[in-house]
């Protein structure tokens, strides 16, 4: 009968520690991370020639045809923003078909009738939590495409203090999406 005592409780204290509240990030490990979104900026390392990549997010097609995409330096080991710039002979476009009728009648109100969006720039941050950085960089890997640091350092002076004014309205988001163990929760 002990024994059994024993299993059940070993048992029980085993399901309660399952489903326990996850442990809060060690307070060190916090602050290093809000320090790094004050001050890490865009790595012109991380600047590439992109052509025809498309990033796609339910409704919403973000075709960045030919441009310059310099990526941010690493947070906490994550790439979490980049900034893409057509320069003077790229393009760029955005597309949104918002999937409910009052959606469409929304976007119609505000789009001259249209209920779909469709709409042609030059620069753009994107910022994301998710997988997004990574389904970039495979698609620059697989282009062959290489770091070009010298108009890294010219995205990197006139975007950085961008990047970390944004990163300053995210933080709280981004610190939690941080300190998760699955990115692929996180947003774009």
């Not at 991380?46 to 990033?55: G, K, P, S």
């Not at 949104?96 to 505000?110: I, T």
């Not at 009738?113 to 753009?124: A, K, S, Y």
Request: aromatic share 8%.
């Amino acid at each position: 009968m002990k024994s059994l005592s024993v299993f059940l409780l070993t048992l029980a204290a085993s399901a309660w520690c399952q489903d326990a509240p996850p442990t809060p990030p060690a307070p060190g490990r916090l602050a290093a991370i809000a320090s790094q979104l004050r001050t890490e900026g865009l790595d012109p390392q991380e600047c590439y020639r992109v052509r025809n990549l498309t990033i796609a997010r339910d409704e919403l097609r973000v075709y960045l045809s030919e441009g310059f995409l310099i990526f941010a330096k690493p947070i906490n080991g994550r790439r979490l923003s980049a900034v893409f710039s057509t320069g003077e002979d790229g393009d760029a476009e955005v597309l949104l078909m918002p999937p409910l009728r009052s959606e469409r009648l929304s976007l119609a109100n505000f789009n001259n009738g249209v209920p779909n969006l469709t709409q042609h720039f030059r620069n753009t941050l994107l910022l994301f939590t998710d997988e997004t950085g990574a389904e970039i960089h495979a698609h620059i890997e697989k282009s062959g495409a290489k770091p070009n640091p010298e108009n890294g350092a010219l995205l990197a002076s006139q975007w950085s203090d961008t990047l970390l004014n944004i990163y300053s309205s995210f933080s709280v988001r981004l610190a939690a999406d941080l300190l998760d163990s699955q990115p692929a929760q996180g947003f774009f």
